[in-house]
């Protein structure tokens, strides 16, 4: 079982930035991909980027390319979102996931193993 706690969320004006955080418990927390994902009212959870265990590789939608990264230290069990260039249509509810292994299936919500509760963000014009 793996429990995921997200922090960072809030508004935040055009063009500002924000960094997400997802603190993940248990001890095997480099064998899991770590994923971002989002979800805007009335729309469907979407994937925003990933991360395999041990940070080497990292995937994006191609709607944060440039500007979002994702990052991991395996040392605190944790794994963060820096967003920047943020716009409007960036706000939704962000959720960290999480994934034993590594596929790139991992971008569809169906195929992730465990998510946390989510964290707002409002991005204003």
């Known amino acids: 079982q793996v429990q995921l706690v997200e922090s960072g969320g809030g508004l935040v004006q055009a063009g500002g930035s924000l960094r997400l955080s997802c603190a993940a418990s248990?001890?095997?927390?480099?064998?899991?991909?770590m994923g971002w994902f989002r979800q805007a009212p009335g729309k469907e959870r979407e994937f925003v980027a990933h991360?395999?265990?041990?940070?080497?590789?990292?995937d994006y939608a191609d709607s944060v390319k440039g500007r979002f990264t994702i990052s991991r230290d395996n040392a605190k069990n944790t794994v963060y979102l820096q967003m920047n260039s943020l716009k409007p249509e960036d706000t939704a509810a962000y959720y960290c996931?999480?994934?034993?292994?590594?596929?790139?299936?991992?971008?569809?919500?169906?195929?992730?193993?465990?998510w946390g509760q989510g964290t707002q963000v409002t991005v204003s014009s």
């Open positions: 991360i395999s265990g041990s940070g080497g590789s990292t």
């Open positions: 996931a999480a994934t034993r292994g590594y596929s790139g299936s991992y971008i569809y919500p169906k195929n992730v193993g465990y």
């Open positions: 248990g001890r095997t927390f480099s064998s899991f991909t």
